[in-house]
């Protein structure tokens, strides 16, 4: 299987109750998972899901001013993250009803991440530059629904209802 998303923003201009009076700001993030699953037994399958996520935003600059008493102007502020993670899963499947079109499923996943992100923002007239690597260990689980649209191609709808992640 695959999964792919990509998601942009771009607010150039805003003004919001005369108070916003300039607000520069983009951002993007885009994601790939690829996934392989081997069906053990009827209706149970284990897997090995990879994952790449990347994350940018830029905010150019941000001002507010809600008279002499509280206005601030923040500008060229910067967040960019990538990662990487690798995981293991189990994915245990019900029919619904004797069409065998629909199901529904629950799937407890074991995943691993490493990754870097980057912060950049003014300080004393001074660009100061963040780098931070992480490392991330993972525990979900989460049910969903299945409909086959062909007896081995299916489209999935999964709810991450619970989780534990450790992040250093």
Not at 10 to 16: K, L
Not at 113 to 130: A, E, H, L, N
Not at 138 to 157: D, K, Q, R, T
Request: glycine content about 10%; overall charge negative.
């Amino acid at each position: 299987g695959l999964s792919a998303s990509y998601g942009e923003v771009d607010a150039n201009d805003v003004e919001i109750l005369q108070a916003l009076e300039d607000f520069d700001f983009s951002g993007k993030m885009y994601a790939i998972r690829p996934m392989v699953a081997y069906f053990f037994r009827h209706n149970q399958c284990v897997g090995l899901r990879f994952d790449y996520t990347n994350t940018e935003a830029d905010l150019g600059r941000l001002a507010v001013n809600f008279g002499e008493d509280l206005s601030f102007d923040i500008h060229d502020i910067y967040y960019g993250s990538s990662k990487y993670s690798v995981g293991i899963f189990y994915r245990n499947y019900i029919g619904l009803g004797r069409s065998k079109r629909f199901a529904v499923f629950n799937e407890a996943s074991l995943s691993f991440g490493t990754g870097t992100s980057r912060f950049k923002r003014p300080f004393d007239g001074v660009i100061r530059d963040t780098r931070t690597e992480l490392k991330e260990l993972a525990l979900n689980f989460s049910p969903g629904v299945c409909m086959f649209i062909m007896e081995n191609v299916s489209f999935n709808v999964s709810f991450g209802v619970f989780g534990v992640h450790l992040r250093n």
